[in-house]
């Protein structure tokens, strides 16, 4: 008896037949379901790799209160952003996830990268926040107006007494 041999796909004819079925592997239980199913397509396997990743980490992600809702909520752009790669037909990583999945860095080395990203990231924002009121603060001190400007723009107000007081014509 012979083995059975799949037919080799080449990697764009793969793509084009596979990306529906890429795009659903980042939807939870799907994720390993494909995995198993569909191991002959490089694609798929590249796709649910990453899908599995993210199931597994969305699992304990529930139980962790308080900051449970936003890791929850990473975890679902992640899911969007290989959702999106896949249906269009991208051999797109996940940002932490596709060097995960493939076993180049481990569990800890991600947190590590992604606490340091969220670090900056806060950082900026709050840059951005500081770098905002101080304009308004700016803003509002050049539009506010003395009682004296407000007269005559330009002009200070011993100019304006001095302007606005009658003169005899010279004849």
Known sequence: MEPIQTPVQHPHEDVQQ???????????????????????????????????????????????????????????????????????????????????????TNLRDTWKQMSQSLIQLFQKLKQAARDDSRKKALRSAALQVSPESALAPGKDASTMAQTSSPTTPHV
């Open 18 to 104: 596979n990306r529906d079925l890429a795009a659903l592997s980042y939807v939870w239980i799907f994720s390993v379901i494909l995995f198993f199913l569909r191991r002959e397509s490089p694609f798929i396997h590249f796709h649910s790799k990453q899908g599995i990743i993210l199931f597994l980490l969305s699992i304990p992600v529930w139980f962790i209160p308080y900051i449970g809702h936003p890791l929850e909520l990473m975890i679902l752009a992640g899911m969007v952003i290989g959702f999106l790669g896949a249906a269009e037909g991208e051999w797109k990583d996940v940002p932490f996830i596709g060097p995960l999945s493939r076993g180049e």
